[in-house]
Nanobody
Framework: QVPLVESGGGLVQAGESLRLACAAS????????MGWFRQVPGKERQFLAS????????YYAELVKDRFTISRDNAQNTVYLQMNSLKPEDTAAYYC?????????????????WGQGTQVTVSS
């Protein structure tokens, strides 16, 4: 088990911002890439962003690359997702995940451990 705990979700209005955090504990967080995904009930989980172990590489899904920013603080064992200009269609459960390598990965299968998720709801 690789503990990952997301926080920072909530209810916001369209146009507002949220910062999600994902805290890791009990393992070498600084050796692995991290990612953020989201999922709406009845739909597949969707890749949003990823970051390599040393923050040297980042990838974003096209639909969020101008509004979301991923970052990490290895001293705090935490990865963040800053979300700006939120839209109602951003409403979903948001999950952080630890990659199986140090790189910034994009496929769900490249991630071996997942948090429990945090709900983000954007009202219009």
């Amino acid at each position: 088990q690789v503990p990952l705990v997301e926080s920072g979700g909530g209810l916001v209005q369209a146009g507002e911002s949220l910062r999600l955090a994902c805290a890791a504990s009990g393992w070498r967080f600084d050796l692995f890439g991290m990612g953020w995904f989201r999922q709406v009930p009845g739909k597949e989980r969707q890749f949003l962003a990823s970051i390599s172990a040393r923050s040297s590489n980042k990838y974003y899904a096209e639909l969020v690359k101008d509004r979301f920013t991923i970052s990490r603080d290895n001293a705090q064992n935490t990865v963040y997702l800053q979300m700006n200009s939120l839209k109602p269609e951003d409403t979903a459960a948001y999950y952080c995940a630890a990659a199986t390598t140090a790189g910034a990965r994009t496929k769900e299968s490249d991630f071996g451990h997942w948090g429990q998720g945090t709900q983000v709801t954007v009202s219009s």
